[in-house]
């Protein structure tokens, strides 16, 4: 690895840390001594890249700092490519079109020489088949995910039984074939798991729920969890 890149890559490290990387940590990753990592960020230090931390401890990364958000690896590329691919095969239609249009973006931008990584990956996703239709407007769902609305479905369960429901929706998972929807369910009062494919009608509602998104993320990701525990236990 060239001695740039490598300066490049301990600032990416840090960047997607939330604590204190260690020079251990940073060394084992470039494949280099802790020396050559001291070394390199105190060059980088002597830079004015705002790195804080000592030997021992551990290294920050000012969250004030930026850099060119296209200074691209070729894994980076790749890794990029890759998923745009999937996006694009088992996307809904706006999702698959704005995967194109990324590809597109990083294409007009990154270096001649980085140029065959995206026309020409070593990489591919599997192609997809056909997914199953979608009963709700998955663009509008998201949309309504960030901004904290509710919903009002009319929902078919695997037995064909209907309810209607008002749904605070939490993410959408994306599946070869399928879509899900992850939401708190008044109806229920707990979180429930609903294919896109079996509503019937969705009703976007103007009302907001009276918690944050991401705020709602995070009690859905603890009964994930507290879920996975209990079966585990079981």
Same mark, same amino acid.
């Given at each position: 690895?060239?001695? $740039? ?21 940073? $060394?084992?990753?470039?494949? !280099? ?7 390199? !960020? ?6 004015? !890249? *705002? ?41 809904? $239609?706006?999702?698959?079109?704005? /995967? ?18 995206? /026309?020409? *990956?070593?990489?591919?996703?599997? *192609?997809?088949?056909? *997914? ?6 998955? /663009? ?42 992850? $939401? ?8 429930? %798991? ?28 603890? %009964?994930?969890?507290?879920? %996975? ?6």
């Amino acid at each position: 690895m060239r001695r $740039a890149d490598r300066l490049f890559q301990i600032i990416q490290i840090l960047r997607r840390s939330t604590r204190p990387v260690t020079a251990g940590e940073i $060394a084992r990753e470039l494949e !280099v001594s802790q020396r050559t990592v001291y070394r390199d !960020v105190a060059d980088l230090i002597a830079q004015r !890249v *705002p790195i804080q931390g000592e030997a021992g401890f551990g290294y920050i990364l000012d969250d004030a700092f930026d850099m060119p958000p296209l200074m691209l690896t070729p894994d980076e590329i790749e890794a990029a490519v890759l998923g745009a691919q999937w996006v694009a095969g088992r996307g809904d $239609a706006v999702l698959a079109n704005a /995967a194109r249009d990324l590809i597109a973006k990083i294409t007009s931008v990154v270096p001649e020489r980085l140029r065959p990584f995206i /026309a020409d *990956p070593a990489i591919a996703a599997r *192609p997809s088949r056909t *997914p199953v239709p979608d009963g709700i407007d998955l /663009a509008r769902t998201r949309e309504w995910i960030r901004e904290g609305r509710k919903i009002r479905i009319d929902y078919r369960d695997e037995r064909g039984d209907h309810s209607l429901r008002v749904i605070w929706p939490v993410i959408v998972g994306f599946f070869d074939e399928k879509r899900m929807l992850a $939401a708190w369910c008044e109806l229920r009062q707990d979180f429930r %798991h609903f294919r896109a494919d079996r509503v019937i009608t969705a009703e976007f509602l103007d009302e907001r729920f009276d918690s944050r998104p991401a705020t709602l993320r995070q009690r859905w990701k603890r %009964h994930l969890a507290e879920k %996975h525990a209990a079966h585990a236990t079981a």
